[in-house]
C-alpha cells in the first residue's frame, strides 16, 4: 500500500496544516556533510577545532588553513572539556578539547563530548555556517554526535507554523582528519535519520498522530521502493492484535500495526535477517488509569520515541544499501479516553494467543510491542535472526542504568554482547540488566488469564520483567536472537528528542562481524553450550560436564 493517504478530518484548514507538516518529514535533508580535512579550501567565518590534548598539538594541526600562532596559543593553554575562542585571520575559531578518559561503559572517541562542544559553538555564535574539524576518526559516531548536536528543526515559534513547522538551522561541514573511510553520503544519511527522527519525536500529537505517522512512513516506502503492510482499526480486531486494538481503540485516530520491508538487490547476506519493532504510543494519557494531568502527563507525546527510532534506523539502512534483508513494524496507538477505552479488569487475546488481564491501562506499551514482536516472528515474508524492539518503556529503565544508557534485555549472551558493543561503537551507549525469566514470569501471575499486565511487586527489577512480558510473546517456534532496548532516559532531554536508537539500530543491522544468534537449550549451562557448539562443528565426541 505504498499509495496510503490519511482518512482523517473534513478540515482543508487543519489538512493543509498537517499535509505541510508530512511534507516536512517527507523531504527532509540534513545540512550537516562531511569532508576529509584535504578538502577544505574556502572557509567558513566560523570554526571550531575538537580533539583531545594529544590529537590538537599534533604536527598535522599546524597544517589546517586556519592555523596561526594565535591558535597555538590557545591550544597549548586548553585543557580536557573547555572550550575557548580566538580570532584567526578574521575567522572566529573555537578549540574544543575531549577528554582521553572513558571508563569500561563508555565510548573511548567520547562523541558525548564532541557533541556537546560543537552544539556549545552553534549556540555561542549565533552561526548561519560553521566547519567543523574533528580529529576524532571515529566517523559513524562523530556523524551521530553532529547530528544530535544540532538545533531542533522541529518548532511552532516565530511564524514557523506557516512554514511547515521547520526551523531554520545552520549548515555545518564536518573534516575528517583523514580520507573518509565510508562515503561522504553514507553518513549525511545516517545525520539526516537522527535529525528526521528527532522532527516525530518533537511534534505534538494533533500533527504526529497514527494515520500522518502511518502516511510519513508510506511515503518512504515507496521513495525507497520497500514494501509495506498496514493493519489499522478494526482490522486489527479481527485479526486477533488485540494488545494494539485495545490500548488504540479509544482515540480519534485508529490504531495501526505498519511494516516495511526491505530486500536487498544481488548479493545478499545469507546468515542475517533482522526484524525492527517499535513502540509509537503518539501519545499516552494513561488511559482509565489517568496520569497526573498537570504533572504526569505533559510530555507524553514523546512516547513514540522508540518507532521514531527503529523507523529512522530502517531508513538509514536502506538509504546505506544494507546487504541484509530487513523489516521495520510500527505499534501506533492514541492511548486516549473516551466510551470506547480499554478498561482496567478486561482480559485482552494478544496476537501470540496468551491472555493479559488489565491492571494498569497505563502499563500499555508492553501490549503493543508483544502483538509487534509476535509479528515479526510469524508475518514476515523471512523468518529473522534478530528481533529488536525499541521503547520508552519504563521509568524504571532510568533507576536501573540511568540517563545516558538505553537498558539491554537480551535472550543470549551474545546478543548482548553484541548490542553494548555495537553501542560503545556509534555512541548510543547500552548497558545489560539481569535476564531471568524464571523470576521476572512470577510477576505477572494472573488468577484468570495467563498475564497480568503489570508487576505485583515494583521493587523487583521492573525494568527487566517489562522486557519479559514483551518476550513472553515470541512465537513459542522462534529459535532467534531477542533483544529489548528501553530507551526511555537517553531518547529525550527537556522533552525534546535527542535522536538515540538511530545510530544503534544502523551499528547492530550494518557494523561488523555478524554475531553467532545461538540460544542456550532449555536446562544448558554455558559449559554444554560450548562442547555441544564444538561437537556440532568438529563432528567428535566431547564429555559433557555432569
Not at 498522530?209 to 508510506?218: C, G, Q, R, V
Not at 530487513?326 to 485482552?348: E, G, K, P
Request: aromatic share 6%; proline share 4%; hydrophobic share 40%.
Amino acid at each position: 500500500m505504498p499509495g496510503y493517504k490519511r482518512e482523517r478530518t473534513a478540515s482543508k484548514y487543519e489538512e493543509k496544516n498537517v499535509s505541510e507538516f508530512v511534507a516536512t518529514c517527507l523531504d527532509f535533508k540534513t545540512s550537516i556533510s562531511f569532508h576529509s580535512a584535504s578538502e577544505a579550501t574556502s572557509l567558513s567565518e566560523h570554526i571550531v577545532l575538537i580533539g583531545t590534548e594529544e590529537q590538537l598539538k599534533a604536527p598535522e594541526v599546524s597544517k589546517l588553513p586556519f592555523h596561526s600562532a594565535d591558535v597555538a596559543q590557545v591550544i597549548a593553554a586548553a585543557s580536557a572539556g573547555s572550550i575557548t575562542g580566538t580570532f584567526s585571520a578574521g575567522r572566529r575559531v573555537n578549540v574544543g578539547v575531549v577528554p582521553t578518559a572513558a571508563t569500561r561503559n563508555n565510548c573511548a572517541s567520547r562523541p558525548d563530548v564532541i557533541g556537546v562542544l560543537i552544539g556549545q559553538a552553534i549556540a555561542d555564535g549565533k552561526v548561519k555556517t560553521l566547519d567543523v574539524f574533528v580529529r576524532c576518526a571515529e566517523e559513524l559516531a562523530v556523524a551521530t554526535a553532529a547530528a544530535k548536536s544540532m538545533p531542533p528543526v522541529f518548532t511552532a515559534k516565530k511564524g514557523a507554523a506557516e512554514k511547515a513547522y521547520k526551523a531554520e538551522v545552520p549548515s555545518v561541514r564536518i573534516f575528517f582528519p583523514g580520507n573518509l573511510t565510508a562515503p561522504a553520503a553514507s553518513l549525511a544519511a545516517v545525520a539526516t535519520n537522527i535529525e528526521l527522527s528527532r522532527i516525530l519525536f518533537d511534534a505534538p500529537t494533533n500533527l504526529l498522530d497514527t494515520t500522518t505517522f502511518t502516511e510519513i512512513a508510506a511515503g518512504y516506502a515507496a521513495k525507497l521502493g520497500c514494501g509495506i503492510d498496514i493493519i489499522m482499526g478494526e482490522e486489527l480486531r479481527e485479526r486477533g492484535y488485540g494488545g494494539v486494538y485495545g490500548v488504540g481503540k479509544a482515540a480519534e485516530f485508529p490504531p495501526a500495526l505498519v511494516t516495511l520491508t526491505y530486500k536487498p538487490q544481488g548479493e545478499m547476506d545469507p546468515k542475517d535477517k533482522i526484524a525492527l519493532v517499535g513502540k509509537g504510543i503518539v501519545y499516552d494519557t494513561g488511559g482509565l488509569a489517568i496520569k497526573t494531568p498537570a504533572t504526569g502527563m505533559a510530555g507524553m507525546k514523546d512516547d513514540m520515541g522508540g518507532a521514531a527510532a527503529v523507523l529512522c534506523g530502517f531508513l538509514a539502512c536502506v538509504q546505506l544499501k544494507t546487504k541484509k534483508e530487513m523489516s521495520v513494524t510500527l505499534c501506533l496507538a492514541d492511548n486516549a479516553i473516551s466510551a470506547r477505552a480499554q478498561r482496567n479488569d478486561d482480559i485482552v487475546r494478544m496476537k501470540s494467543g496468551h491472555t493479559v488481564e488489565i491492571i494498569n491501562t497505563d502499563a500499555e506499551g508492553r501490549l503493543v510491542l508483544g502483538d509487534g514482536v509476535y509479528h515479526a516472528c510469524t508475518e514476515l515474508s523471512f523468518t529473522p535472526t534478530l528481533i529488536v524492539d525499541m521503547a520508552t518503556l519504563t521509568g524504571a529503565q532510568l533507576i536501573a542504568v540511568g540517563k545516558k544508557h538505553a537498558a539491554v534485555y537480551c535472550n543470549t549472551d551474545e546478543g548482548e554482547a553484541f548490542a553494548v558493543a555495537s553501542g560503545k561503537k556509534c555512541g548510543d551507549l547500552c548497558f545489560p540488566i539481569v535476564y531471568a525469566p524464571e523470576y521476572h514470569n512470577k510477576e505477572f501471575i494472573s488468577t484468570v488469564a495467563d498475564y497480568r499486565n503489570s508487576v505485583a511487586d515494583r521493587g523487583n527489577a521492573q525494568c527487566s520483567c517489562a522486557g519479559q512480558f514483551i518476550g513472553n510473546n515470541l512465537a513459542k517456534t522462534y529459535k532467534g536472537c531477542w533483544t529489548h532496548v528501553d530507551i526511555a532516559g537517553p531518547a529525550t532531554t527537556a522533552h525534546l528528542g535527542t535522536g538515540f536508537g538511530v545510530a544503534l539500530a544502523v551499528q547492530m543491522v550494518t557494523g561488523g562481524k555478524s554475531v553467532s544468534y545461538t540460544h542456550l537449550r532449555a536446562h544448558e549451562t554455558p559449559e554444554h553450550l560450548v562442547c555441544r557448539l564444538l561437537l556440532e562443528k568438529k563432528k567428535k565426541s566431547y564429555k559433557l560436564p555432569s
